[in-house]
Nanobody, 122 residues
């Protein structure tokens, strides 16, 4: 059974930083793709960043490029999202996902974590 567990969400002021973590179990971590998505109230879930676990290639959405960085620790089956220069519009529930399509679209991912809340105040 695949399980993804996120952590690291918090309330911060604009300009601050957070690092989210997602640890995967029951998943062939090295043969797939991991992604971070977020969803604000009343909005659709959007892809933020993705990483190819075997090659460490990455994708980053234009909305966070230059501020957010995705990385991984293969030995720990863990993917991270370093978020810097946070803005109020970054507020939302952040989800970790695992799948077999290297993309920032939700249909590319089959497994999802429960999410971790990020709130950025101005």
């Amino acid at each position: 059974q695949v399980q993804l567990v996120e952590s690291g969400g918090a309330s911060v002021q604009a300009g601050g930083s957070l690092r989210l973590s997602c640890t995967a179990s029951g998943y062939t971590y090295s043969m797939g793709y991991m992604g971070w998505f977020r969803q604000a109230p009343g909005k659709e879930r959007e892809g933020v960043a993705a990483i190819s676990t075997g090659r460490s290639s990455t994708l980053t959405s234009d909305s966070v490029k230059g501020r957010f960085t995705i990385s991984q620790d293969n030995a720990k089956n863990t993917v991270y999202l370093q978020m810097n220069s946070l803005k109020p519009e970054d507020t939302g529930m952040y989800y970790c996902a695992a799948g077999h399509i290297f993309s920032l679209v939700t249909y590319g991912y089959s497994y999802w974590g429960q999410g971790t809340q990020v709130t950025v105040s101005s």
